[in-house]
């Protein structure tokens, strides 16, 4: 069912770098979410109507909320692919990110007012006919949402976007909430006194829950989260299979919507390549990157002095200390400037996160551990960051 609807609906289907078909796939999830959610809620509205069922109701305004997550993502992709222009160089794929915080608010606003509704059934407690009709109903339902979130999952496995493994992680959680909504009226009907209020309780708990893991979802690549590690090994392996760049350090991603990441990095290069074929060396790395992951990628190029044989034993040694002071931290950049009466070892020190000692601190230790090796050498550090 899924690769027909792709077939018919998603022209270029293959072609998912593309933030045009991006936006084709966006849209075939909205409507399926729109038009299933529609037909569930008034079901299940009826439903609730029947059997006087305040968990079925909330669960129905569940799905009524879908509806309105559906229409976000509608505008979340069809505002996402609006070209680049003077105030917004990178382009708009961000908004996408906004209509899952959207989405978010609107399954908050519902978890509430169920929770309210249940509050005033338990208070008040009315009697929840029981019929197979509405348990027929509500299995239906189930099997309906499963099909949305396997359909969401196929969707977002072609494009990898975080709307739409959102959409199908909410169609099983809706799952879940109607299957217990659903286990629980075929429990009441044996017992001798109503617990339709704590179900509706229990739905809309599991609804707030389920926003919560939303907004997690939704805000954190806002903030700036770190990249896939899948991703970073990725693109370190591409750029070093050039046998001329032996090294790459300051790797720094931009996410400016999906589909849309720009990227940058420093890579090391023998300073005993002629400059003009280390640049081409260089710029066919960035090329095949560009290629391949569809994203603007700049590298920088680091001389590094290779071919003395003092310096390359000096940086293995400085490379043991550092990573006994903190077996996280490496360095780039090595070299020795030598003088009369001392010699310089500069170099730039990756402190990872997570790391308390201050950058003084750190300095004074490796310092000390080098005292061993020769009286004349002193460390100029420059201190950097890990972004990956």
């Not at 790395?285 to 920088?300: G, R, S, Y």
């Amino acid at each position: 069912m899924t690769d027909l609807l792709v077939r018919l609906f998603v022209k270029d289907a293959d072609q998912t770098g593309s933030p045009k078909v991006r936006e084709r796939y966006g849209m075939l999830s909205s409507w399926v979410a729109i038009v299933c959610n529609l037909l569930l809620f008034t079901a299940k509205f009826i439903l609730g109507l029947i059997s006087n069922s305040i968990a079925i109701t909330g669960d129905a305004f569940n799905n009524l909320s879908d509806v309105g997550s559906g229409v976000a993502t509608f505008i979340g992709f069809k505002a996402a692919c609006v070209p680049a222009d003077e105030d917004h160089p990178f382009g708009h794929g961000r908004i996408e990110y906004v209509s899952g915080l959207i989405i978010t608010f609107l399954v908050f606003l519902v978890g509430m007012d169920v929770i309210q509704s249940a509050f005033g059934k338990i208070l008040h407690p009315e009697p929840v006919e029981f019929s197979v009709f509405v348990i027929g109903g509500l299995a239906l339902s189930i099997l309906v949402k499963l099909w949305m979130s396997a359909f969401n999952r196929k969707l977002d496995k072609r494009i990898d976007s975080g709307t739409l493994r959102a959409a199908a992680q909410d169609s099983l959680n809706d799952c879940i909430s109607t299957g217990a909504t659903t286990l629980g009226i075929l429990i009441a009907r044996f017992l001798p006194f109503s617990i339709d209020g704590y179900l509706g309780l229990m739905v809309g708990g599991f609804i707030l829950y389920s926003g919560y893991g939303l907004a997690k979802d939704t805000i954190s690549p806002l903030l700036g989260q770190k990249p896939d590690p899948e991703l970073v090994h990725r693109l370190y392996d591409m750029i070093l299979s050039y046998p001329e760049i032996t090294g790459v350090h300051d790797l720094v991603l931009h996410d400016y919507g999906p589909g849309r990441m720009m990227g940058s990095a420093h890579v090391e290069v023998s300073r005993t390549i002629d400059v003009m074929q280390a640049h081409d060396v260089i710029d066919n790395a960035e090329k095949h990157v560009q290629a391949v992951l569809h994203m603007p990628f700049v590298l920088h190029y680091d001389p590094i002095a290779d071919d003395c044989e003092e310096t390359t034993a000096m940086r293995k040694r400085v490379e043991e200390i550092v990573s006994q002071v903190n077996g996280k931290m490496t360095i780039h950049d090595f070299r020795m400037v030598p003088g009369p009466t001392h010699t310089n070892l500069i170099f730039d020190l990756v402190v990872p996160q997570g790391e308390n000692r201050k950058n003084g601190e750190l300095k004074k230790e490796i310092d000390s551990r080098l005292q061993g090796e020769k009286d004349t050498y002193f460390t100029v550090i420059t201190f950097d960051r890990n972004y990956i």
